[in-house]
């Protein structure tokens, strides 16, 4: 049964597409969603970040341009306070210049010292001493800046990098502008120093957690302040390469512009007309770790759902694994049942098919018992009737006769044919080399084939020896290579071949005349039409046949399907339309070694009596058993016409009563089948146990076979007989009984 040959494993098939997508999708859809959620993520923490820049920036810009605006009006004021006078004049009041400068000083937070530069670059005045203290800032960069400049432009503001004052010590970058003398030219510098701090403590409220970076920058990249506060700004602008593209667009001309550094995120703004600009930076690295930390919460919660969605979909997968499984072994057990149902259906149609063809052997086995009975009464009217006519009967008179004696004789070969179905004919036995029988009758089964067909002898060595008797094996073969012939009108080939073989149980169902084991097959296949299943299940039926009227009686395969039977053996045929017939018989492998004979009833010719001896008997007294009417009285009065005293009994209880009685009795002659509870056998015991060494001679329409006549050693003779054999096998044995008494 096993229709698992070609198919894997329940365990190892692969699933379903739908469970396989199913499976894919919970760990993609899982990781599609954290790879969108990242990206948008990351789009936002950008968008927002450039949206706190750009509210941060906006907001410390203005921060920035109003402290820058206040200090250009204290150096209005300054301006204002000193316009006109010159230095000599300055000087003279330079106390009270100086008390001016203070307080000026003390109301704007923002500025640490308020200065006033001679145009040699030496300090005239300073807020924060008095007297002045010598010091020279010709130096200075915004000093030689302004000088250089044209002092008309006197409204242009310069902005000096953060350094520590030298009186003060306090971290400031400066604010300064020219004063022009009277004739327009650079007259000195004034100048006030911012604090750096004032604008980290406004950006600290902006950003207490110092997540951003302010810076305060010129526009050639030199820092004022920043926040949170790092080393002192550089004193000098850095490299024109390293100025921000974004300060540079501002420098040429735009308003304010952002830029993504190689590690920051800036907004740049500028202040107003001043060569200054506000940033705020946020590192990129904050962000990303802000994503990262976002990323990480998502994928935990995209990891979670594929596990749940994987395992559910495993558990589904292993669900239907286990489905997979009960159904291979539901469709298992079903091709099991289907194939035990198979092999019962084909039992049980093996079984009918034997019942019957048992049923039609019994039936066959009467009928010719019945049959042989009135053949024998026909015989021995035919043999009364020409005895009694004698010489006086004309030639159509013997030719009636003749004929009813011929038709007889078809009828007895025709209740021989009956009987080899039912198994009831005499088998002669023996030892038997299947290849040497076939190969010595091929030359006949040739002839009987004729020229159109080949025979074909394909013969297996070595082969062990059969049971079987040689005259109704050739007769079935012969059987067989008739019916392979009329398969095949326009010729062809039969194949007739040997081979051992072992038989097992199950192939014997339905016959219980063969038993498990060893078997020599010789099989006779024919290139024919073939045969359908109804025409084949009843091919071993008596009298059944395919053939026109005329061409067979339906006698041959019924024959050798008995005969077979009769041996132990068992036969097959295969067949299909089309594809030609091959019929297989199964003899029973000899195990007893050297060739035997099967015990013979007839008796030994040495044993014959004389002629004259016939005669001398002929007025013995003869008991005779016979439960058919007509065939007693036929036989009686033969017997009687040979010179015999009769004493007829129907059955064998009143036969055993006349012997019980004393009746005088010379020989005993009966039938073997009789009703009333008593057989021929039986009765021929309890008449021997009567009158030892009486002679029986017994009758049977079974041929004298089978268990009614293989455990006694008594006589038979065959019916339908003929009524002068008859006589003489009668007479035979009286005289042989007289002359053992004799010698006694």
């Avoid at 020229?451 to 070595?462: F, K, Q, S």
């Amino acid at each position: 049964m096993d229709g698992t040959s070609a198919r894997p494993a329940p365990g190892r098939r692969r699933p379903p597409r739908s469970l396989r997508f199913m499976l894919a999708a919970s760990l993609l859809v899982p990781a599609l969603f954290l790879g969108v959620a990242a990206w948008v993520n990351h789009q936002r923490l950008t968008a927002n970040a450039d949206a706190s820049l750009e509210q941060l920036s906006a907001v410390a810009r203005e921060h920035a341009l109003k402290v820058v605006e206040t200090n250009a009006l204290v150096l209005d004021r300054i301006e204002d306070r000193v316009r006109g006078l010159d230095w000599a004049s300055i000087e003279a009041e330079g106390e009270a210049i100086q008390r001016d400068l203070v307080a000026l000083d003390q109301r704007i937070e923002q500025i640490t010292s308020l200065h006033l530069v001679r145009p040699d670059g030496r300090l005239a005045l300073i807020s924060i001493a008095w007297p002045t203290p010598p010091i020279n800032l010709a130096g200075r960069e915004d000093f030689r800046s302004l000088a250089a400049g044209d002092a008309r432009g006197g409204e242009v503001l310069r902005f000096g990098p953060a350094m520590r004052g030298r009186l003060s010590g306090v971290l400031a970058f400066t604010m300064a502008r020219a004063r022009s003398g009277p004739d327009g030219q650079f007259d000195g510098m004034l100048l006030g120093s911012l604090l750096p701090a004032y604008f980290q403590q406004h950006w600290h409220t902006l950003d207490p957690e110092g997540r951003f970076t302010f810076r305060l920058t010129r526009l050639d990249g030199l820092v004022l302040a920043q926040y949170p506060a790092a080393e002192d700004p550089p004193a000098t602008p850095p490299a024109a390469a390293e100025v921000p593209p974004a300060l540079r667009r501002i420098a040429a001309g735009a308003r304010q512009a952002g830029q993504t550094l190689a590690d920051e995120l800036s907004t740049f703004r500028r202040l107003g007309q001043h060569p200054l600009a506000v940033s705020v930076s946020v590192p990129l690295a904050a962000i990303r770790a802000e994503w990262l930390r976002d990323t990480a919460v998502t994928a935990f919660f995209c990891l979670l759902a594929a596990a749940a969605l994987g395992f559910a979909t495993l558990l589904a997968i292993r669900r239907w694994q286990s489905e997979q499984l009960v159904l291979l072994r539901l469709r298992e057990t079903a091709d099991e049942l289907r194939a035990e149902i198979a092999r019962r259906e084909t039992a049980e149609a093996g079984l009918r098919q034997s019942q019957r063809l048992e049923a039609l052997g019994r039936l066959t086995g009467g009928v010719a018992h019945d049959f042989n009975n009135l053949l024998t009464a026909i015989l021995g009217t035919v043999h009364l009737l020409d005895r009694h006519l004698g010489a006086t009967a004309d030639d159509r008179v013997r030719r009636l006769l003749g004929a009813a004696r011929d038709a007889v004789n078809r009828g007895a070969r025709l209740n021989g044919s009956l009987l080899a179905f039912a198994r009831r004919q005499k088998l002669d036995t023996a030892s038997l080399d299947a290849n040497e029988l076939v190969q010595g009758f091929a030359p006949l089964i040739q002839r009987a084939l004729g020229e159109a067909v080949t025979l074909d002898l394909a013969l297996g060595t070595p082969l062990p020896p059969c049971r079987a008797d040689a005259s109704q094996l050739e007769a079935a073969l012969l059987n067989l290579a008739i019916n392979a012939r009329d398969a095949m009108p326009r010729g062809g080939t039969v194949t007739l071949s040997t081979r051992p073989a072992r038989l097992e149980k199950e192939q014997l169902d339905g016959n219980a005349d063969a038993k498990p084991g060893d078997y020599l097959a010789i099989m006779l296949r024919d290139e024919g039409t073939g045969m359908p299943a109804e025409v084949r299940d009843r091919a071993f039926e008596p009298f059944f046949t395919t053939k026109p009227i005329g061409k067979g009686t339906g006698l041959g395969l019924s024959q050798v399907f008995g005969f077979i039977r009769q041996l132990g053996g068992h036969i097959l045929i295969d067949t299909a339309p089309g594809q030609g017939t091959a019929v297989t018989l199964f003899l029973p492998v000899d195990t007893a070694g050297p060739a035997r004979q099967e015990r013979q009833d007839t008796p030994s010719p040495a044993a014959a009596p004389a002629p004259e001896g016939v005669a001398m008997m002929a007025r013995a007294t003869v008991l005779m058993a016979e439960d058919d009417e007509r065939v007693r009285e036929v036989t009686a009065e033969t017997l009687r016409d040979a010179g015999f005293r009769v004493v007829a009994a129907r059955d064998g209880q009143e036969a055993l009563a006349l012997l019980r009685r004393g009746e005088p009795c010379d020989l005993l002659f009966s039938d073997i089948v009789m009703p009333g509870g008593m057989t021929g056998i039986e009765l021929a015991q309890e008449a021997r146990r009567l009158n030892p060494g009486l002679p029986v001679l017994l009758a049977t329409g079974y041929a004298g076979t089978g268990p009614e006549t293989t455990s006694h050693r008594f006589e038979v003779i065959a019916k339908p007989y003929d009524l002068p054999t008859l006589v003489e096998r009668i007479a035979r044995l009286a005289t042989l009984e007289a002359a053992s008494e004799g010698a006694a």
